[in-house]
Antibody, heavy 124, light 107 residues
């Protein structure tokens, strides 16, 4: 079945680094752009980053720009998020998410597949 | 504005109809999508586009939009609909934005 499974979360000290992974299965991963979305404890959802199908373009929320880096390996059906210079406010569950369609239109601009999330805690 | 505003909490009696709203300038040019999230679970898409439901979403969920306001309506709310609901759209830079979420209580 169509599935996304995140891993790599954990406890890290402020200023530290962590690399998250998202393993995709059940669909042609290379056909979809992919996103990372996070949710701080007790808070709402926040888009973090996205990457196009061929990795030709990436974009980041202002809150993580210059510190986080998104990448993908289509041969391994995997999405990554390299997080550097971590701060307490980066503490959150991180989800990878797939859009509904391979070509996103105004009518299909939504995420129908989400992973279960991986928890990142930044604390000394 | 690049924000989406939702009421923090809404309640509805079992079997009644409830509307959850999402306001933002970007909604004048972009559709909202709606997600349901239960405690400890990942969000689930319930409405996308003009008013479309993914497979498996009950037809008591519907969406609408007028001006800068998008709405999610649950007609005949059930106990299992108690959850947080988030709207999602794009800002003027085409970046994704989410509303702050609405906690729905079914009484």
């Amino acid at each position: 079945q169509v599935q996304l499974v995140e891993s790599g979360g954990g406890l890290v000290k402020p200023g530290g680094s962590l690399r998250l992974s998202c393993a995709a299965s059940g669909f042609t991963f290379s056909d979809y752009y992919m996103s990372w979305i996070r949710q701080a404890p007790g808070k709402g959802l926040e888009w973090v980053s996205y990457i196009t199908r061929s990795s030709s373009y990436t974009n980041y929320a202002d809150s993580v720009k210059g510190r986080f880096s998104i990448s993908r390996d289509n041969a391994k059906n995997s999405l990554y998020l390299q997080m550097n210079s971590l701060r307490a406010e980066d503490t959150a569950v991180y989800y990878c998410a797939r859009p509904m369609t391979t070509v996103v239109t105004t009518e299909t601009d939504a995420f129908d597949i989400w992973g279960q999330g991986t928890m990142v805690t930044v604390s000394s | 504005s690049s924000e989406l505003t939702q009421d923090p909490a809404v309640s509805v009696a079992l079997g009644q109809t409830v509307r959850i709203t999402c306001q933002g300038d970007s909604l004048r040019s972009h559709y909202a999508s709606w997600y349901q999230q239960k405690p400890g679970q990942a969000p689930v898409l319930v409405i996308y586009g003009k008013n479309n439901r993914p497979s498996g979403i009950p037809d008591r969920f519907s969406g609408s939009s007028s001006g800068n306001t998008a709405s999610l309506t649950i007609t005949g709310a059930q106990a299992e609909d108690e959850a947080d609901y988030y709207c999602n759209s794009r800002d003027s830079s085409a970046n994704l934005i989410f509303g702050g979420g609405t906690k729905l209580t079914v009484l």
